[in-house]
């Protein structure tokens, strides 16, 4: 679908600054744009496009509204914000030949367009929450926020609020207190509303009905997933692990076609904190290696540290113990290792963005009929698994050596 903007006055693009700006666009960028509900709420499973979508939805509403006019765009965290919304925007801003460096104010994450501006905020800054007023409002990932931090939002948006997520179980405040008003416009949609994606994407999307049914109809699909399908759903989110630790080690999961991950893990008296440090494609023992001396010299591990790998792989194991590292085989025992993990507080930090993805994804195993699994869906758990190495079999280590862990 092609969309063609008139000329803008003030901005054009800087290789062609006589010929219009033409935006491709696909269904749900018309309906955000011609929706006059107070709230949009754009469900979907995942590359269905929404996101971007909204954010050339609101990149439109910058160059064409008449000023002032104030968009924010927020996310429980800054790294996670960053990361998704704010870099679709802009990047869109720069393929159109917009983006101007000294409109954008870095330090407080605004950028100007004359008279309007659109800023980006994380809803863990208290201040910025309650202390702000706009017009209009994009709630990026809503099913990460609290209904009280919603409500404090809502209340200082005057015009439109926009609000996405990907499925998530129907006991979630968006379903009881927003999609029963009468002021809101529900748009669903799955990766098939996405014309622009490649053939790959595509395939490896469809791959999710042989891994499980129920996996694929939440995130192929986007349907809702059965209560109790989520395996972790009892982590808190913090900005740093924790100060004076009882214990600091690592869980590392081995990958080369899919990533190789390495999970920074300590432990405060009972409770966990799990902080991502490594999640790369492609990697070479000897790459991996060169990394893990990268973290040496930045202070992130020690020689002495307990580096607890999957057991599958001895020989790189034995090469990363060659190089001066403390390599250990984890025990990978899956149904005690996440009843280990799931019977005790777990934090994870909020920069750990692949291992929190991981997270939302990481499910039970269901079979045709609905029945649950006690075994999890194995597409993208290589975080997760780290972290469960690393907790489980330390946990356990300490369990067989003292009483101050007991393996419930």
């Known amino acids: 679908m092609q969309r063609t903007l008139p000329q803008l006055p003030e901005i054009k693009p800087a290789d062609s600054p006589e010929e219009f700006l033409e935006l491709e666009t696909t269904e749900l960028y018309d309906l955000i744009r011609t929706s006059t ?20 939805a609101l990149n439109t509403d910058l160059q064409e ?3 002032p006019y104030k968009i924010e765009i927020v996310r429980a965290t800054l790294p996670a914000l960053k990361a998704t919304a704010m870099e679709d925007f802009f990047g869109i801003m720069r393929d159109l030949g917009l983006y101007r460096e000294e409109q954008h104010n870095k330090t407080d994450h605004v950028y100007r367009e004359g008279r309007n501006s659109v800023g980006f905020f994380p809803v863990d800054d208290a201040q910025k929450l309650r202390g702000r007023k706009r017009n209009k409002l994009w709630v990026n990932e809503a099913n990460e926020l609290t209904y009280a931090e919603f409500m ?7 015009d439109q609020i926009i609000l996405d997520f990907n499925p998530v179980e129907e006991d979630h405040w968006l379903f009881e207190k927003v999609l029963t008003r009468n002021d809101v416009e529900y748009i669903h949609s799955d990766y098939r509303c996405n014309p622009f994606l490649e053939e790959a994407i595509i395939q490896e999307i469809e791959r999710m009905k042989d891994a499980d049914p129920q996996y694929w109809a939440t995130f192929g699909l986007g349907e809702r997933p059965k209560r109790g ?6 982590y808190t989110l913090v900005d740093d692990l924790p100060e004076n630790p009882d214990a600091v080690f690592f869980g590392l999961d081995f990958g080369f076609n899919v990533a190789t991950a390495l999970i920074k893990i300590a432990r405060k008296e009972l409770a966990y904190t799990w902080d ?4 790369k494609t492609n990697l070479t023992n000897r790459e991996l290696i060169e990394e893990l001396k990268r973290l040496e010299r930045e202070g992130v591990l020690t020689t002495s540290d307990e580096i607890f790998c999957d ?11 060659d190089a001066g590292f403390n390599a250990k085989p984890a025990d990978k025992a899956v149904e005690a290792g996440i009843i280990f993990v799931k019977g005790r507080p777990l934090a994870i930090t909020k920069r750990s963005l692949k291992l929190l993805e991981e997270l939302k994804l990481y499910s039970w195993k269901t079979t045709k009929d609905g029945k649950i699994l006690d075994e999890p869906v ?14 489980y079999t330390h946990g356990k280590e300490l369990s067989e050596g003292g009483p101050n862990i007991r393996i419930l």
């Open 37 to 56: 509900a107070r709230i949009i709420v754009l469900e979907g499973g995942v590359r269905s496009g929404k996101t971007y979508a909204i954010a050339q």
């Open 65 to 67: 509204k008449e000023g």
């Open 152 to 158: 404090q939002l809502v209340l200082r948006t005057t």
């Open 229 to 234: 399908t989520k395996i972790y759903q009892h």
């Open 276 to 279: 991502e440090q490594l999640y």
């Open 311 to 321: 057991n599958a792989e001895p020989d790189r194991i034995q090469e990363i113990c």
């Open 378 to 391: 194995k597409v993208k758990d290589h975080a997760v698994d780290a972290g469960r190495y690393g907790e």
